[in-house]
């Protein structure tokens, strides 16, 4: 994951950004309730820890030599076309399972489309089209296939990556959270467990303030980006003390070189206390 540094909105920026959560695409009412995606989410497993991720999964023998390593779960770029390492030659189900197996937790990541006004250059060819719920629902249930492919089951959290964009764009943000819930519906009607991964910038912003908004379809939880800082999971400033918990991921540093077990890795910390998947 790549974050671009980002400055606080303007109060302007904010009022913007409201208006376009309360608009009528953004509070019909289409599927699941608070209620229910809070009985969703104590279905899933939970954990609590160390985890890191990186673009490429790592070797077998990388992950065994890592459980000298602080870390207890591991982040997967398992399935979308916006990933920046599609090719992923060591990821498959034996690699889920036996990973499972060595004690590991697994965190997927799904890096579908991008926001109209993504920052980063390299994610602007990815970015969603003119029809953003017909595209949430369809890359919804591609996350959904990918899962049951590498043996993560029902009852799994799957984590939606979109890297950062301008939240004051209204038009753009609206188009962002209309795929966003789109995807959410269709992964929790196939009985998984939809995350969202984003800058707390913008995205994890932008959920924050539509959940304010009494906005329907948000994600059941949150990973959030906020590097050079230590793990906060509940002290961060995008989002509410009260809200998502033990639904919360903090990615707190990105392109770390670290050693354990005779394998170096750069990799992304994170703290997590959150769902993870549930491996059959």
Same mark, same amino acid.
């Given at each position: 994951?790549?974050?671009?540094?980002?400055?606080?909105?303007?109060?302007?920026?904010?009022?913007?950004?409201?208006?376009?959560?309360?608009?009528?695409?953004?509070?019909?009412? &289409?599927?699941?309730?608070?209620?229910?995606? /809070?009985?969703?989410?104590?279905?899933?497993?939970?954990?609590?820890?160390?985890?890191?991720?990186? =673009?490429?999964?790592?070797?077998?023998?990388?992950?065994?030599?890592?459980?000298?390593?602080?870390?207890?779960?591991?982040?997967?770029?398992?399935?979308?076309?916006?990933? %920046?390492?599609?090719?992923?030659?060591?990821?498959?189900?034996?690699? *889920?399972?036996? *990973? %499972?197996?060595?004690?590991?937790? +697994?965190?997927?990541?799904?890096?579908?489309?991008?926001?109209? =006004? +993504?920052?980063?250059?390299?994610?602007?060819?990815?970015?969603?089209?003119?029809?953003?719920?017909?595209?949430?629902?369809? &890359? $919804?249930?591609?996350?959904?296939?990918?899962?049951?492919?590498? $043996?993560?089951?029902?009852?799994?959290?799957?984590?939606?990556?979109? &890297?950062?964009?301008?939240?004051?764009?209204?038009? =753009?943000?609206?188009?962002?959270?209309?795929?966003?819930?789109?995807?959410?519906?269709?992964?929790? $009607?196939?009985?998984?467990?939809?995350?969202?991964?984003?800058?707390?910038?913008?995205?994890?912003?932008?959920? /924050?303030?539509?959940?304010?908004?009494?906005?329907?379809?948000?994600?059941?939880?949150?990973?959030?980006?906020?590097? %050079?800082?230590?793990?906060?999971?509940?002290? &961060?400033?995008?989002?509410?003390?009260?809200?998502?918990?033990?639904?919360?991921? %903090?990615?707190?540093?990105?392109?770390?070189?670290?050693?354990?077990?005779?394998?170096?890795?750069? *990799?992304?910390?994170?703290? +997590?206390?959150?769902?993870?998947?549930?491996?059959?």
């Amino acid at each position: 994951m790549r974050r671009l540094k980002l400055t606080l909105a303007t109060c302007a920026t904010t009022l913007l950004t409201l208006a376009t959560l309360l608009a009528p695409s953004a509070v019909a009412d &289409e599927g699941q309730d608070k209620g229910q995606a /809070e009985q969703t989410a104590v279905a899933a497993t939970p954990f609590k820890g160390a985890a890191f991720d990186l =673009c490429n999964t790592p070797s077998l023998a990388a992950m065994r030599a890592w459980r000298s390593s602080p870390y207890r779960a591991v982040g997967i770029y398992y399935a979308g076309r916006g990933r %920046h390492c599609p090719v992923q030659r060591n990821l498959n189900k034996s690699w *889920v399972t036996q *990973v %499972h197996r060595m004690g590991w937790q +697994v965190l997927p990541v799904f890096v579908g489309s991008q926001s109209p =006004c +993504v920052y980063a250059q390299n994610k602007k060819g990815v970015r969603i089209g003119s029809k953003p719920a017909k595209q949430g629902r369809s &890359e $919804g249930g591609q996350a959904v296939q990918a899962a049951r492919a590498l $043996g993560i089951v029902a009852g799994s959290a799957l984590y939606l990556d979109l &890297e950062a964009y301008n939240v004051g764009n209204a038009s =753009c943000a609206r188009t962002t959270l209309d795929f966003v819930r789109a995807w959410n519906r269709e992964v929790r $009607g196939r009985g998984y467990l939809p995350g969202f991964y984003s800058s707390a910038s913008s995205g994890v912003r932008q959920m /924050e303030q539509a959940r304010l908004a009494g906005v329907k379809d948000l994600p059941a939880a949150i990973w959030f980006a906020r590097w %050079h800082t230590g793990p906060e999971l509940y002290q &961060e400033p995008s989002l509410g003390k009260n809200a998502w918990q033990h639904l919360r991921i %903090h990615q707190y540093a990105g392109d770390a070189a670290e050693s354990h077990g005779g394998y170096r890795l750069v *990799v992304d910390r994170n703290q +997590v206390d959150a769902p993870v998947a549930r491996i059959g």
